[in-house]
T-cell receptor, first 116, second 113 residues
Framework: DAGVIQSPRHEVTEMGQEVTLRCKPISGHDYLFWYRQTMMRGLELLIYFNNNVPIDDSGMPEDRFSAKMPNASFSTLKIQPSEPRDSAVYFC??????????????FGDGTRLSIL | GENVEQHPSTLSVQEGDSAVIKCTYSDSASNYFPWYKQELGKGPQLIIDIRSNVGEKKDQRIAVTLNKTAKHFSLHITETQPEDSAVYFCAAQGPNTGNQFYFGTGTSLTVIP
């Protein structure tokens, strides 16, 4: 069974450019999470979806960040315009909510983003 | 909301020794506690989890213990091997967290051959 798939694995771009990160969750999972990881802040939850609907976006740092989930098998995280402080590793994770929750999240291998 | 603290931040052990990582949580309603291992260049991978209706769970060389009264849980790795070197994260989830995980800050474990 394929795990969570993220693309691209690495992205290097110049400040001011638009960046789009992509995620394909595990089939059958109804929750999707976007995280950002840096040395200074650790793992930060940016936003999560349930059944393609955004539930909590309080972790999204600014209006420059937006996320969509047009269907159950695809999500994007977009940064426009990008800034050097956005450099980090971005992870997507998915899980199956189940009747009582308490199910593990499965992570992709991340996108390493560098903004010059 | 939930607050998870993790100690130590770095840990070095000799190969074959045991390693223990400890986490505390603040919300007594939290009832699910997964542990993740993150190797360089990869995403966190689930290695073991425990639910609040049990006090201990074992999987080969890895065990997790939970003390609900004290609100802390620990990861125990016995007979450590160099391939156990990685960053380990604990997390907590419960009915008050909206299916979110609250992660600890991570422990960088180095096993010295």
């Amino acid at each position: 069974d394929a795990g969570v798939i993220q693309s691209p694995r690495h992205e290097v771009t110049e400040m001011g450019q638009e960046v789009t990160l992509r995620c394909k969750p595990i089939s059958g999972h109804d929750y999707l999470f976007w995280y950002r990881q840096t040395m200074m802040r650790g793992l930060e939850l940016l936003i999560y979806f349930n059944n393609n609907v955004p539930i909590d976006d309080s972790g999204m740092p600014e209006d420059r960040f937006s996320a969509k989930m047009p269907n159950a098998s695809f999500s994007t995280l977009k940064i426009q315009p990008s800034e050097p402080r956005d450099s980090a590793v971005y992870f997507c994770a998915s899980s199956f909510g189940g009747a009582s929750g308490n199910q593990p999240q499965h992570f992709g291998d991340g996108t390493r983003l560098s903004i010059l | 909301g939930e607050n998870v603290e993790q100690h130590p931040s770095t840990l070095s052990v000799q190969e074959g020794d045991s390693a223990v990582i400890k986490c505390t949580y603040s919300d007594s309603a939290s009832n699910y506690f997964p542990w993740y291992k993150q190797e360089l260049g990869k995403g966190p991978q689930l290695i073991i989890d425990i639910r609040s209706n049990v006090g201990e769970k074992k999987d080969q060389r890895i065990a997790v213990t939970l003390n609900k009264t004290a609100k802390h849980f620990s990861l125990h790795i016995t007979e450590t091997q160099p391939e156990d070197s990685a960053v380990y994260f604990c997390a907590a989830q419960g009915p008050n967290t909206g299916n979110q995980f609250y992660f600890g800050t991570g422990t960088s474990l180095t096993v010295i051959p």
